[in-house]
């Protein structure tokens, strides 16, 4: 006689989606699509922007393993999660930006804004982006730093927002010196002042293209956040009354492009619907414009998607997507 196994069915109900992507899979293809940009940053900023890189993301990997170990769970680092908000982190600081002070943004990132909330998958705020604004409350003046492209020794206050705000607002803060004029191109290739990532924009949007044929990303979000900032900038940043303003500078210019692609369209801090990603980047693109022409600081992407962080669970409480299968 056989016997007979005895075998355990698990019944759910259908529909059965399959998506063959993995969570690993997907955040470290993000990681790699950002390598170009980072390879820019070197040639034009020089070696101290490989170490600040490395740091962070050893920094990001090496907490998120210890917090680990001390609370007994798996090991997830292997996820890429970590490496990616390490990078993404190191890409949002100066160029010369001291290497103690990046381990300390890569251990609030980790420690504050991810393992507290339970993990990935359960933070509220984007953890590079409140490791950067948790640096920049700490330490302004070394977040403030900015050599001059090709000029490692050279320091200026200078970035293409700086100018572009004082001269909007008249303040004539910056001396001579600091008046750098960038052409479109300087500016699309990331041969100007400002953070270690967000320079090359040409290099961004390669790897932005593969990430949305890939479909790892949505259109929605950029489309809407950059969109909302060159409006607005059109509108209300020209000395002539409205309209007439420099909107190429604005999308150009400081970490629009990389918080647009790469910051704003994190699955677990962006809403669900296309609606919602409408809506939130819309708000994204219109609070950065604020800040940008009347706030205290030339740059607000940080700032907008962390605000807009706050409102995802309300955006996707009221905006609900139809379910699979129901008619309108």
Not at 60 to 82: F, R
Not at 140 to 149: G, I, N
Not at 264 to 274: E, G, H, L, R
Not at 283 to 302: D, F, K, N, Q
Request: charge should be neutral; glycine fraction near 12%; charged fraction near 10%.
């Amino acid at each position: 006689m056989s016997e007979e196994r005895a075998m355990t069915l698990s019944m759910t109900s259908s529909p059965h989606i399959r998506f063959p992507e993995t969570t690993s899979r997907i955040m470290w293809t993000v990681f790699f699509c950002l390598i170009p940009s980072g390879i820019v940053s070197v040639y034009v900023f020089g070696l101290s922007t490989l170490w600040i890189i490395i740091t962070a993301v050893l920094g990001a990997v090496a907490t998120e393993y210890g917090c680990g170990l001390m609370a007994g769970g798996k090991n997830t680092i292997s996820d890429g999660s970590a490496a990616l908000t390490g990078l993404l982190l190191a890409y949002n600081l100066p160029p010369q930006a001291p290497l103690w002070m990046v381990f300390i943004g890569a251990f609030i990132a980790i420690v504050f804004s991810k393992v507290l909330f339970g993990g990935l998958g359960f933070n509220i705020f984007n953890p590079a982006l409140i490791g950067r604004v948790f640096l920049m409350a700490s330490f302004p003046v070394l977040m403030t730093r900015w050599p001059a492209p090709f000029r490692v020794d050279a320091v200026t206050a200078a970035t293409p927002l700086a100018v572009f705000k004082d001269s909007f607002q008249g303040t004539n803060v910056l001396s001579q010196a600091d008046i750098i004029n960038y052409s479109y191109r300087d500016l699309f290739l990331g041969f100007r002042g400002g953070c270690i990532g967000e320079g090359c924009v040409a290099a961004l949007l390669l790897g932005a293209v593969y990430l949305l044929i890939r479909g790892y990303i949505s259109w929605q979000i950029p489309v809407s956040f950059i969109g909302t900032v060159a409006v607005f900038s059109w509108l209300f940043s020209g000395k002539d009354g409205i309209a007439g303003g420099d909107f190429i500078l604005h999308i150009l210019s400081g970490g629009l492009v990389l918080g647009a692609f790469y910051m704003a369209t994190d699955y677990v801090t962006s809403p669900i619907t296309k609606t919602g990603q409408l809506i939130f980047g819309f708000g994204c693109g219109l609070i950065t414009g604020v800040i940008r022409l009347w706030g205290g600081y030339p740059e607000g992407v940080s700032y907008s998607i962390l605000l807009m962080n706050i409102l995802v669970p309300l955006l996707d409480k009221f905006i609900v997507p139809r379910r699979f299968g129901e008619l309108k």
